[in-house]
């Protein structure tokens, strides 16, 4: 895998708590993505950086807030966990917003009861 | 909305047999790139394929694009076990990021 890691890689949180979700890369990319994966819908996406303090919404973002304060950490938080959250959180990272291919970190899989 | 779907949804071949995926999308596309996805594993890219171009070959993989049917097929040629996974496509609609499909489940039975 190119330098994306992701933190932590399995958590089993409760319905309503709070749950950040970190993405680390060492390879000077600016452009870092947030997707979820759930079966039957493949990799959607939750929201996205191009740069320090540059983000936006993705398809499937209500819920959840995202913060990039240094080039290589992005982070996805979960103000109030619902059930709804379970799923598998993949961190993708990429040279350029097109043309390019997106590097995939392992993933998270986080479960809400 | 999804704007790739893959067909079909699983696939089971004998290794040494080809192996052929469909992706079919709405809206015009700038390029469209294909990921493979082991269990349990991160995707990986595997082509990329631009809406200029008709076909393109990596190794053992050949990628078809046809604009005018909005669509493209993945075809692995002698497959091996190792090619079990999920493969997925992802369009770029011009700048409004990847959407990908659900995948197609491919098994590889030695």
């Known amino acids: 895998d190119a330098g994306i890691t992701q933190s932590p890689r399995h958590k089993v949180t409760e319905t309503g708590t709070p749950v950040t979700l970190r993405c680390h890369q060492t390879?000077?990319?600016?452009?870092m993505y947030w997707y979820r994966q759930d079966p039957g819908h493949g990799l959607r996406l939750i929201h996205y950086?191009?740069?320090?303090?540059?983000?936006d919404k993705g398809e499937v973002s209500d819920g959840y807030s995202v913060s990039r304060s240094k080039t290589e950490d992005f982070l996805l938080t979960l103000e109030s966990a619902t059930s709804s959250q379970t799923s598998v959180y993949f961190c993708?990272?990429?040279?350029?917003?097109?043309?390019?291919?997106?590097?995939f970190g392992p993933g998270t899989r986080l479960t809400v009861l | 909305s999804q704007q790739g779907e893959e067909d079909p949804q699983a696939l089971s071949i004998q290794e040494g047999e080809n192996a052929t995926m469909n992706c079919s999308y709405k809206?015009?596309?700038?390029?469209l790139q294909w990921y493979r996805q082991n269990s349990g594993r991160g995707l990986v890219h595997l082509i990329l394929i631009r809406s200029n171009e008709r076909e393109k070959h990596s190794g053992r993989l050949r990628v078809t694009l046809d604009t005018s049917k909005k669509s493209s097929s993945l075809l692995i040629t002698a497959s091996r076990a190792a090619d079990t996974a999920s493969y997925f496509c992802?369009?770029?609609?011009?700048?409004?990021?990847?959407?990908f499909g659900p995948g197609t489940r491919l098994s590889v039975l030695p």
């Open positions: 390879e000077n990319h600016r452009y």
């Open positions: 992802a369009t770029d609609n011009y700048g409004q990021n990847f959407v």
């Open positions: 950086s191009y740069g320090v303090k540059d983000t």
């Open positions: 993708a990272i990429s040279d350029s917003s097109s043309y390019n291919e997106q590097f």
């Open positions: 809206t015009s596309i700038n390029n």
